[in-house]
């Protein structure tokens, strides 16, 4: 499953290269520009643009770049409310980026191989971040998701091969499949409470992750959730209601490769519980402690 999604990352990133090539450059995919930026039309009537690209190609946005909260254009004020689809994707020359307070939503794609990628600043006016958002973006060291944020899409965060530390605000009620998935440089992951759902694969091949926090409001984790994470030495689970964390057989289950070796921190009272559920008693080591 990991390998036909890596293999559909490269087609995606293949056939973007074949639409930049074939492309009439003549063709205007945007709106307007201002001050370097492209915009579409969103609603003329309530005034709202989104932030788009000149073409489908690496060529859009280099360097710094700061979204305003609001852009003028032919007489009218509009007000910038999302990140479009795959706006800033494969711009490798693209360094930082400022969201301004204000807009709502990262779409899917919208930085989707931005290699070059090493800062960025989400306000807490973002509510989603969408599918693959900043999939592939290797130069990413570390990102706060804001208060406000409600759900992290599938792949969001996919192949961040970069990302050190991830700071997730309470407001989070679910993280999408493959969320981090290959992200190898993630050191730990504290997964606020307020989280119901863990996707599947969703810290897949997080290599370098050595502890993980579940909080008591997670009811459903995904399978091959942990998967090559060769490095988790201490888990934190501190549900009480313990559940099956999937309906998969044999060994397709959410720890896969790390029961034997990483301590399965619980509430206390709750040891026999999970002793006694399947998956998580195949802990070698469950200790009460929280």
């Given at each position: 499953m990991k390998k036909d999604y890596k293999r559909g990352l490269n087609?995606?990133?293949?056939?973007?290269?074949?639409?930049?090539?074939?492309?009439?450059?003549?063709?205007?995919a945007y709106d307007f520009e201002e001050d370097r930026i492209y915009y579409n039309i969103t609603s003329s009537s309530n005034l709202t643009v989104e932030v788009t690209y000149k073409k489908y190609d690496s060529n859009s946005y280099s360097g710094d770049v700061i979204i305003p909260p609001s852009v003028s254009y032919n007489g009218n004020t509009y007000s910038?409310?999302?990140?479009?689809?795959?706006?800033?994707?494969?711009?490798?020359?693209?360094?930082?980026?400022?969201?301004?307070?204000?807009?709502?939503?990262?779409?899917?794609?919208?930085?989707?191989?931005?290699?070059?990628?090493?800062?960025?600043?989400?306000?807490?006016?973002?509510?989603?971040?969408?599918?693959?958002?900043?999939?592939?973006?290797?130069?990413?060291?570390s990102i706060v998701i804001p208060e406000g944020v409600t759900s992290i899409g599938e792949a969001a965060f996919f192949y961040c091969s970069g990302l050190t530390s991830i700071t997730i605000s309470e407001s989070v009620t679910s993280i999408g499949d493959r969320a981090f998935d290959c992200c190898s440089s993630l050191l730990?992951?504290?997964?606020?409470?307020?989280?119901?759902?863990?996707?599947?694969?969703?810290?897949?091949?997080?290599?370098?992750?050595?502890?993980?926090?579940?909080?008591?409001?997670?009811?459903?984790?995904?399978?091959?959730?942990f998967r090559g994470c060769s490095g988790l030495t201490s888990i934190y689970s501190y549900i009480t209601d313990v559940f099956i964390t999937d309906d998969f057989d044999n060994d397709d289950y959410s720890f896969h490769s790390v029961y034997s070796k990483a301590t399965l921190y619980v509430p206390k009272g709750t040891k026999n519980a999970y002793k006694m559920t399947n998956y998580w008693n195949t802990f070698k080591k469950i200790i009460e402690k929280l």
């Open positions: 087609l995606r990133l293949l056939l973007a290269t074949l639409l930049a090539f074939f492309s009439n450059n003549t063709i205007k910038v409310t999302s990140i479009g689809e795959y706006a800033f994707s494969y711009c490798s020359g693209l360094s930082s980026i400022t969201i301004s307070e204000g807009i709502t939503s990262v779409s899917e794609g919208a930085f989707y191989g931005c290699s070059g990628l090493t800062s960025i600043i989400i306000p807490k006016s973002v509510t989603s971040i969408g599918r693959e958002a900043f999939c592939a973006c290797s130069g990413l060291i730990s992951i504290k997964i606020p409470n307020g989280v119901t759902s863990i996707g599947e694969m969703a810290f897949n091949d997080c290599s370098s992750l050595k502890t993980i926090i579940i909080p008591q409001s997670v009811t459903s984790i995904g399978q091959y959730v």
